[in-house]
């Protein structure tokens, strides 16, 4: 059984054959998907997905940094609202970009803080994106009233020093996608120092798609082409690596699987 911990299926990339994504990855093994919120539009696409594919699509709910702007306030609110009546398994898309725009940076921070305790006064796991902010987001996970909020730091693309930082932090995992397929993504020493016990699969869909479907729309049916590669670079079995991150997904959610 495999696990992708963070695709977002309900996005428009899908909407000619999300039924037939949903059928490969099911043959792929892939039977949990987990589906992290973007901003207040894409509520209704994604709880149409919890009730399209129920037990296969788990939802979380959150404002995704690079949704943070002059409405942030009265977006979260209604997102707080969602995601206190519903279902859901995790708090996120949530944390910080600084890549393309850092004119809402104190707004970022604050939406993400606001929400990371949102995650402890609801007992969910929080989905971290950290873009061009790794060391600022550790930061905020390393001070004293976040360092027990459950978390994931989605799309690791950071160094061994930061690996380190995060693994300091038990209650931190790490979200491992096709960039560690790219011939210049993660490298091999990453993959090497990873704690699997603390390590989950993910797509991102319809981004990061792993060789050697790179350039094409990415699918939740690609997570073993993710782990055969954390296998091949760890020298353990692929069985391990589907045992161990799937456990680690599991755990994280707070899912028997």
């Known amino acids: 059984m495999w696990i992708d911990t963070h695709t977002h299926l309900f996005s428009e990339e899908f909407d000619a054959d999300r039924k037939d994504v949903v059928a490969r990855a099911l043959s792929a093994g892939v039977q949990h998907l987990v589906l992290p919120n973007i901003d207040v539009d894409s509520v209704p696409r994604l709880r149409q997905m919890l009730a399209d594919f129920p037990g296969v699509c788990l939802g979380a709910m959150g404002l995704h940094p690079c949704s943070v702007d ?3 306030r009265v977006n979260l609110g209604k997102i707080e609202q969602e995601l206190r009546a519903g279902s859901y ?3 996120g898309e949530i944390g910080l970009d600084f890549y393309w725009d850092t004119t809402w940076r104190n707004e970022q921070i604050e939406a993400f ?3 990371l305790r949102l995650c402890s006064s609801l007992g969910l796991p929080a989905l971290i994106h950290a873009r061009n902010a790794t060391d600022e987001a550790l930061e905020i996970l390393e001070s004293l009233e976040f360092r027990h909020v459950r ?3 989605h799309a690791f693309s950071g160094t061994l020093e930061q690996l380190a930082r995060a693994m300091a932090l038990p209650e931190v995992y790490i979200g491992i996608g096709g960039v560690c397929t790219f011939k ?3 490298a091999p020493e990453i993959l090497r120092q990873l704690e699997l016990s603390r390590t ?3 797509t991102d869909s319809p981004y990061l798609t792993p060789v050697p479907h790179r350039g094409k729309r990415n699918e939740s049916a690609y ?3 993710i782990a055969r590669r954390l296998a091949e670079v760890r020298a353990e079995p692929l069985e391990f ?3 161990m991150t799937t456990q680690a997904a599991g755990r994280l959610f707070g899912q028997s699987w």
């Open 241 to 243: 690596v589907e045992t």
């Open 151 to 153: 978390s994931v730091l």
């Open 184 to 186: 210049n993504g993660l």
């Open 89 to 91: 398994v995790a708090v």
């Open 70 to 72: 002059g409405e942030w």
């Open 200 to 202: 989950v699969l993910e």
């Open 113 to 115: 803080c606001y929400q």
């Open 223 to 225: 997570i073993p082409i």
